[in-house]
């Protein structure tokens, strides 16, 4: 990448340095993304600690700027928070005993000799084949993704129709460090890590998906809308933001 140009507004003594596509402030970096439907700037602090800000495509470099110096205390907080969060995801081992969530319940593993399957749920245990172990973290994200596809395509179907969104394929894959997505061709994406919330957590990923059919950025009619048909949002939201990070460590 080219040297980012140094704008006029300082930061804590520093000059930011901003482009059409990042910002560097403050010891903090921003992608920058832009959209035609965008009214308002919104920050993201993402699972990873990543930062990115949407941004309405005729907003100018220096208002961005200024945006985020008046949000960096915010920021800050929030990054610490993830940092401090991530480093209570201790990674899974397939061993016997060991804890996996499915739907916001722990399941112990317990390693077996004589399994048709690499993987299943009996008896309230995640049954592992003894032979399969080295391939462990694969077959169970193979048997979460299949699991999530089934609970999401069922959930997406009820909710759309009472949200009056039309839905044209539900898609259950590797997100990164989002829990879902809504693209503007009808398509609702979902992480398959999202199966290992509890259903009322992952119920509100799906509302919040399909919301955005209506309004595609977080402003206030967004909101509104998923008040409409979820009233109790926030404390769902507040939830995930907090324990989210639960589903981390495969």
């Not at 990054?79 to 499915?102: D, M, N, S, T």
């Not at 990164?176 to 509890?198: E, M, N, T, Y």
Request: aromatic share 10%.
């Amino acid at each position: 990448m080219s040297k980012l140009p140094m704008t006029p507004i300082r930061t804590g003594g520093k000059p930011a340095r901003a482009s059409e596509q990042r910002l560097e402030i403050d010891g903090l970096a921003f992608d920058v993304h832009r959209s035609d439907r965008r009214k308002t700037i919104e920050i993201t602090v993402e699972r990873s600690g990543d930062l990115s800000i949407v941004a309405p495509s005729t907003v100018p470099v220096d208002q961005l700027v200024s945006f985020v110096e008046e949000k960096l205390v915010w920021v800050h907080t929030k990054v610490e928070e993830k940092a401090r969060l991530q480093r209570r995801a201790p990674r899974k081992e397939f061993v016997e005993g060991e804890g996996f969530l499915y739907l916001g319940r722990s399941y112990r593993l317990r390693l077996v000799d004589n399994q048709l399957v690499d993987l299943s749920l009996t008896n309230g245990r995640f049954c592992l084949r003894r032979s399969s172990i080295h391939r462990g973290r694969d077959i169970f994200v193979s048997w979460y993704t299949h699991r999530a596809q089934q609970w999401f395509e069922k959930q997406v179907t009820e909710l759309s129709n009472r949200m009056g969104v039309t839905v044209q394929e539900v898609k259950v894959q590797d997100l990164g460090f989002r829990w879902g997505s809504f693209g503007s061709d009808g398509r609702v994406s979902f992480h398959w890590k999202a199966i290992l919330l509890p259903p009322r957590i992952a119920q509100y990923v799906v509302v919040h998906e399909l919301a955005h059919a209506y309004h595609p950025d977080h402003s206030t009619n967004f909101w509104i809308k998923l008040e409409q048909h979820l009233p109790d949002w926030r404390w769902r939201k507040d939830w995930l933001a907090e324990n989210g990070i639960q589903v981390e460590g495969l």
